[in-house]
Every structure is written in C-alpha cells, then in structure tokens.
C-alpha cells in the first residue's frame, strides 16, 4: 500500500522532496494515529447513546392499529402505549370499536403524567 501511496504523490502531485523510504516510514508512524483518529470520528456510530432522565420529566408515547379476534372476528382495534423514560414503566391500552369489551387492560396504572409528554 505504501508503494501506491509513493507512487501517487509522484504521479499526482509532482513530488520529489523526498525518496520512497522516507514515505514508507511516515506512513508507517502515521497509520496508527490515522486509524484511532477515524474510529475517534466514527465513535458516534457505535452502539446506544445513554440518556438520562429525572423522574416524571418525559415520557414516550406511541399509537397503532393492531389486528385481534373476538368472538372469532378479526377487528382492528387502536392500541396506544406509554412509557416513562427515567423508570421504564409502561402502560398498554387497547380500545375496540362500537362498544365491544377491551382485549387488553391497562397495565400499571402509572399516577402521574409526565411534564412533557415526548
């Protein structure tokens, strides 16, 4: 690889300051730097970024359609769910259309709402 790296600074760029050991040696100091300062760059991509949260600050909320039987009908019934970002705590809830009884219960009932909903 050094040898292309040489071979294009000549080809390229007209140099001639030095010969090609010089530049194998260069890159061969200035690889390893190179390579930490791009996973330095690219650290961002790698896995979760933590988040911290007071209390009862924010919450996620989030909405859908689901498909249930009941009484052997396919419905589709809307299912909103909750939950809490510092504790994780969630509530369920799934309502049926015209009257039909809930397929699911809401569960845990949490207290409080959270100052703002995100």
């Known amino acids: 690889m050094t040898a292309r790296i040489y071979e294009r600074l000549v080809t390229e760029h007209g140099f001639t300051a030095a010969g090609q050991t010089v530049v194998y040696e260069y890159v061969a100091r200035r690889q390893p730097e190179l390579v930490a300062e791009l996973r330095e760059e690219q650290r961002h991509l790698q896995g979760m970024v933590p988040q911290q949260h007071q209390p009862g600050e924010e919450a ?15 419905m589709n019934c809307p299912l909103f769910t909750r939950r809490l970002s510092f504790s994780g705590r969630s509530v369920i809830g799934c309502s049926c259309p015209k009257g039909r009884r809930p397929v699911s219960r809401r569960i845990p009932e949490l207290g409080q709402v959270p100052f703002p909903l995100v």
Request: hydrophobic fraction near 60%; aromatic fraction near 14%.
């Open 60 to 74: 996620e909320v989030d909405f859908a359609d689901v498909r249930v039987w009941i009484a052997g009908t396919v």
